[in-house]
């Protein structure tokens, strides 16, 4: 890539490339959310569902491309630090700023299973880390998380299943003429799917090579802008989904997609190729348990998050970032 853009021209294609895809994910989210809603009403699927599962997976492309090729290519650092920064992005800044949009009100389901379900996920990324083979995540441990994901997708189905037939009285009715037909659904959500994954791969390259030019380390550029640029498709994705004041998805989309990346994407990349890590990955994913709980506590308060409470949360972000930046 910064071959490819220092024969183009350099930074300023790298600029021109960054804002290409910040409109590819913006539209491409857009579109997603659109056709993913449609799916939701026509199949009698709560939205949150749809978020943990179909939106979440759209929207972790990017994580599961980068994981994945730095662990093929043996740049662990940067397939675990993609994924833990860009949970904790998820968490506090997708959320947060969902929560400075719009109240974002958090469903007991929401409470009782999916955040505590997220935090399972985080604790048990740090008992295999720092488990049998201290500090590295091998096959094995791959393995248990590449199941752990499976089970994951079962509940879903089940839930999804359950939640059908509950409302199983009301499929007699007719469906609204307004609802959007199947083959535009199908249409939009793979226009979102492919906007997404482009927008959020140029986002994260030509990000890494702008910072590259400026002499920023690759071990920072891991930490912050790939984390924060294969989060931007999440970012996205939720807050249009909260403008749309549809919260459920929004708030769906964050947890599933935190989900998603610690079982499947960092399962994928360590059976692949084992990843090692460093002691200051492990202190990483402590802060992603801490903040995860300090989420959940937020959200047991009065069952939603607020506009203060999206301002600590996004602040707690800019404050995790300065850590970085200087340890």
Known sequence: MQAFTTFLGGVPFAVFLLIVGFIFLIKGADFFVEGSSAVAKKLRIPSM?????????????????????????????????????SNIFNLIVVIGMCAIFTPVAVARDSLRVDIPISLGAAILLLVLSAGVNSLTLGRLEGSILALCFVAYIGFMIRSAIKARLMDAPQETQQEPASLMPGWKCVVYIVVGVAGIALGG???????????????????????????????????????????????DMALGNALGSNIYNILMVLGAASLLSPITLSMLDIFDIACLIGITILVWIMAWTHRKLDRREGIIMVGTYVLYMVYICLR
Not at 64 to 77: D, I, L
Not at 202 to 231: M, P, Y
Request: glycine content about 8%.
């Open 49 to 85: 569902i749809i978020g943990l599962t179909i939106v979440a997976m759209g929207t972790s492309l990017p994580e599961t491309a980068v994981s994945v090729s730095a662990s093929m290519h043996g740049n662990n650092a940067m397939a675990v630090s993609n994924v833990v920064g």
């Open 201 to 247: 791969d140029w986002v994260v390259k030509s990000a890494s090579t702008i910072a590259s030019a400026f002499g920023i380390s690759q071990n920072i550029i891991g930490l912050t802008i790939v984390a924060v640029g294969t989060s931007l498709p999440e970012l996205v994705t939720s807050i249009v989904a909260a403008r749309k004041k549809d919260v």
